[in-house]
């Protein structure tokens, strides 16, 4: 397995990093987790080609994690993709996103590719190719939200992924409610990506030490966040640093062998 990070901003928007994505590679297939404003930009800038991208996952519907989604799909029909897309996205926001393509304009009797919007619900495995799975779990980040609703019948569905294949497995916390979303999936793995917004810097060292996990990556990194971080990062003692890594965009990890690229 392999990460790509294309964003590791927070919601703020920053000439620094972009918002929050990432490319998940295994089995010859391409997952884009999130995508954000500026996500074809983003892309780009790591000479990523639009149409080597196989599906593409939304953690939650703030904007800086789904919002490029129709600027990328547009990207795809204007370089002539061919090849299926597949859109995962939460069962209570399926509706939601099919109305969203469809008000951008992006008519499926328009494409030259058919792309599908396939719905997944808690805990259940999604194959995405070969030994290369995801399930997902609900996590708290947006029911601070659900007071506001007012009868509109939103799905407030904001999910954490356990990403898994032949060699290596990554749980993705997405955004968060609380601490305790970090601890959903009760496994060891290899990697674990968090965000930074709403975590306590302070808090990060005993949060490794709860985590079964190899790695600490840190993302969803706010500019205003970037300096406190660092400081942190230096004050810590040799053995932990080595097991947290704080994210940058165009930052790779290739899992098979542990190494940053």
């Known amino acids: 397995m392999k990460i790509k990070f294309l964003g590791t901003g927070s919601g703020k928007t920053s000439l620094n990093r972009y918002h929050s994505s990432f490319l998940l590679s295994s089995s010859n297939h391409n997952l884009l987790v999130d995508c954000g404003d500026g996500i074809s930009k983003a892309i780009l800038k790591q000479n990523i080609n639009f149409n080597s991208i196989d599906s593409i996952l939304i953690s939650h519907f703030h904007a800086d994690h789904f919002s490029g989604l129709p600027s990328l799909i547009t990207q795809m029909k204007l370089t002539s993709r061919k090849n299926d897309l597949t859109i995962y996205v939460q069962l209570s926001e399926k509706d939601f996103l099919e109305d969203f393509i469809f008000h951008s304009y992006l008519f499926k009797e328009r494409m030259a590719f058919n792309f ?5 619900d808690e805990e259940k495995e999604i194959l995405l190719c070969d030994n290369f799975i995801f399930t997902s779990k609900l996590n708290s980040h947006l029911d601070k939200y659900i007071k506001y609703d007012q009868g509109n019948n939103l799905g407030f569905a904001s999910s954490s992924f356990l990403f898994k294949d032949d060699e290596n497995s990554l749980i993705y916390s997405g955004d968060i409610g609380s601490d305790n979303d970090l601890y959903l999936f009760n496994q060891k793995v290899d990697w674990f990506i968090t965000e930074t917004t709403h975590i306590r810097i302070e808090s990060l060292t ?56």
Request: aromatic share 6%; glycine share 4%; no cysteine.
């Open 116 to 120: 599908n919007i396939v719905s997944f």
């Open 206 to 261: 005993g949060i490794r030490e709860k985590l079964n996990a190899g790695k600490l990556i840190l993302t969803h990194i706010d500019d205003d966040l970037e300096e406190p971080l660092n400081l942190f990062y230096k004050s810590l003692q040799e053995n932990i640093k080595s097991s947290i890594i704080i994210a940058f965009d165009g930052l790779e990890i290739n899992q098979s062998n542990q190494n940053l690229l």
